[in-house]
């Protein structure tokens, strides 16, 4: 295929995509209305071939850019395949479109950023297998549980339930002392 095939924004389905240069050596196509990326899988391939995969992640980093996670279907603007969304995980809460027909990646406006600055936009490739989903589906699962406990306990005490739950970890006697706490009277014998 050419370099000088167009593409239409598979979110605003109208605009014609431009073309960008996201990093030195890999370009995308960029929709000025809604601020998506097209990456093609070829070029996205060969710029992790040319330079790799070694920036470690930057797990301290928290994220403060407005994203744009629409949520909905998305079609390929290449080949027309409708795309799977893929959790990024890793305290990110958004998704990554990837098309199994060309193997393009489809970024919202900021995911890209998102990604640099947590120096996981060279890992696009790994998030799609089972082995990252699996890991980032329990975390979302992990939030979620967290968010039902916060609402049911409140702050303080959900906070404090958490302390006490570490310090029973530590303990090697941690079901007796269950117990104890649990007994409705346990000076009762």
Not at 2 to 30: A, H, I, M, Y
Not at 79 to 85: A, E, G, H, I
Not at 141 to 156: T, V
Request: proline share 4%; charged share 35%; net charge negative.
């Amino acid at each position: 295929m050419s370099d000088d095939r167009t593409f239409n924004c598979p979110v605003c389905k109208t605009p014609e995509l431009e073309k960008t240069e996201l990093e030195p050596n890999l370009s995308s196509f960029n929709c000025p209305q809604c601020e998506g990326h097209w990456i093609r899988g070829k070029e996205y391939w060969d710029w992790i071939e040319k330079f790799g995969t070694k920036t470690a992640e930057r797990v301290h980093e928290s994220e403060s850019l407005t994203l744009a996670e629409p949520g909905l279907p998305v079609d390929c603007p290449e080949c027309r395949f409708r795309m799977v969304k893929y959790l990024v995980g890793r305290g990110l809460d958004f998704t990554v479109d990837h098309c199994a027909g060309c193997k393009g990646i489809w970024l919202d406006r900021n995911e890209w950023a998102a990604l640099r600055k947590r120096n996981l936009h060279d890992d696009l490739h790994a998030m799609f297998t089972e082995f990252w989903q699996a890991g980032a589906i329990r975390q979302q699962r992990k939030k979620r549980m967290q968010q039902i406990y916060l609402d049911r306990f409140g702050e303080e005490d959900y906070t404090e339930i958490r302390r006490v739950r570490h310090w029973l970890d530590t303990k090697t006697n941690r079901e007796e002392l269950i117990a104890y706490l649990t007994d409705k009277e346990p000076y009762d014998v």
